[in-house]
Each structure stands twice: as structure tokens, then as C-alpha cells.
């Protein structure tokens, strides 16, 4: 079973998309890890729009009965950019550094350390 919410009834107003990989910056890595030799390592999570609590009150109606939600649910607008917030939070305290030109790609280390921003 699939929890969605019907995010396309929510009147948002404010930014709610979050960065996706630069297409380049993909094929790169991948022609990167080839030329190298380099192991490769990609992570589905499953559930990942429900890892991250919303900054605002959402309530959802099943069987009649109202819910107020303590979590984010695929479909919600924002749902997207709370995940990705939270990941490059989680990211940042485990080494990584996100990229100033692909704001989806992170590598570990400090911005100082390479030259790729």
C-alpha cells in the first residue's frame, strides 16, 4: 500500500521545488568512475518523502476521520524539498559538501579541498 496525498488541491505559495542532478554533471560522474575503475553505489530509500516532519500543519481525512500528519507524504508540494533539505543536512554532518553549480551532487570533503564549484 501507497500513502499519497493529492498535493495538486494544496495552495502553496511559497518556492516549494527542490534541485535535481544536472544531466552533465551525471554523465560525467559516470565517465569519471569508468576511466578509473571507481565502484559505483546508489540508494533507492524507500519511503524517503516521509523521513522529514512538514513546517507547517497538514491534516488528511481517511474513513471520515481528520489526521493531522506528523510527517511528509509523497504527493504534498513540498514534500520534494523537505527530503532534499533534510538529506544535504544529513549529508553535511557525515563530511559531505554540496556543489555550488549542481546543488543535487555531493562529494566528501570541504568546498576547499576541490575545484569543481
Known amino acids: ?19 535535481t542532478a544536472n544531466k552533465k554533471v ?4 559516470f565517465a569519471l568512475f569508468v576511466m578509473t575503475g571507481m565502484k559505483m553505489r546508489y540508494f533507492d530509500i524507500k519511503g524517503a518523502f516521509m523521513a522529514e516532519k512538514p513546517n507547517r500543519d497538514i491534516y ?7 489526521y493531522k500528519l506528523k ?5 504534498l ?14 549529508l553535511k554532518i557525515g563530511g559531505y559538501c ?16 576541490h575545484t569543481y564549484t
Open 98 to 113: 554540496q556543489s555550488k553549480w549542481d546543488h543535487a551532487y555531493s562529494i566528501k570533503g570541504s568546498q576547499k579541498d
Open 77 to 90: 508540494k513540498d514534500a520534494a524539498k523537505l527530503f532534499n533539505k533534510g538529506l544535504v543536512n544529513h
Open 60 to 66: 488528511v481525512t481517511i474513513d471520515c476521520k481528520y
Open 71 to 75: 510527517y511528509s507524504l509523497y504527493g
Open 1 to 19: 500500500m501507497r500513502w499519497v496525498v493529492l498535493g495538486n488541491l494544496e495552495k502553496v505559495e511559497k518556492n516549494c521545488y527542490a534541485p
Open 26 to 29: 551525471v554523465w560525467l560522474v
